[in-house]
T-cell receptor, first 112, second 114 residues
Framework: GENVEQHPSTLSVQEGDSAVIKCTYS??????FPWYKQELGKGPQLIIDIRSNVGEKKDQRIAVTLNKTAKHFSLHITETQPEDSAVYFCAASYSSASKIIFGSGTRLSIRP | DTAVSQTPKYLVTQMGNDKSIKCEQN?????MYWYKQDSKKFLKIMFSYNNKELIINETVPNRFSPKSPDKAHLNLHINSLELGDSAVYFC?????????????FGPGTRLTVT
């Protein structure tokens, strides 16, 4: 079955700097890769996703890249702000899969 | 209006008790899920229902029984609670059963078993 590994588990960056979170997946059939942000005391919320026919996607300060050959995908946050502090999850699935598999999460802290 | 709501938000109970968590979504989605998040924040799917039909049943103890009275509601009943059941339980919904659509999560129910 699918396995998603996520690194690092914790990340601390200075406000204004960039943050990068990396994930790898095992099932070559996976074609959908969402990223969720979980703020303290709340449920995860989708912030960006990418499908396998695209190599990169941007939404303002957030970008995701996908390397299907290497089975890697990454989240890039530029010009980090205090409100970016949260736990971030990557995930992988394909349309006929029985379940979506989440990575283990990255706790991102933004230092003022 | 809250898209996915859960009640209660906090649940503290003793070992051996039976408890239920309720979930409702007003998004008109066909598919609903239950996830368990442990103390290390690991998020794992437990069950999924599509139009009241069970489609995913992970290796969850049969003390956990989901029930979907209609496609807008998915409740979770837990019998004979154990210490290891302590976790945050999230309900989620998505447009349909294809796992390439956004999942909308509820605020979570923090279950503490003493």
């Amino acid at each position: 079955g699918e396995n998603v590994e996520q690194h690092p588990s914790t990340l601390s960056v200075q406000e204004g700097d960039s943050a990068v979170i990396k994930c790898t997946y095992s099932d070559s059939a996976s074609n959908y890769f969402p990223w969720y942000k979980q703020e303290l005391g709340k449920g995860p919320q989708l912030i960006i996703d990418i499908r396998s026919n695209v190599g990169e996607k941007k939404d303002q300060r957030i970008a995701v890249t996908l390397n299907k050959t290497a089975k890697h995908f990454s989240l890039h946050i530029t010009e980090t702000q205090p409100e970016d502090s949260a736990v971030y999850f990557c995930a992988a699935s394909y349309s006929s899969a029985s379940k979506i598999i989440f990575g283990s999460g990255t706790r991102l802290s933004i230092r003022p | 209006d809250t898209a996915v709501s859960q009640t209660p938000k906090y649940l503290v109970t003793q070992m051996g008790n039976d408890k239920s968590i309720k979930c409702e979504q007003n998004l008109g989605h066909d598919t609903m899920y239950w996830y368990k998040q442990d103390s290390k924040k690991f998020l794992k799917i437990m069950f999924s229902y599509n139009n009241k039909e069970l489609i995913i049943n992970e290796t969850v103890p049969n003390r956990f029984s989901p029930k979907s009275p209609d496609k807008a509601h998915l409740n979770l009943h837990i019998n004979s609670l154990e210490l290891g059941d302590s976790a945050v339980y999230f309900c989620a919904s998505s447009q349909d059963r294809l796992l390439t659509y956004e999942q909308y999560f509820g605020p979570g129910t923090r279950l503490t078993v003493t």
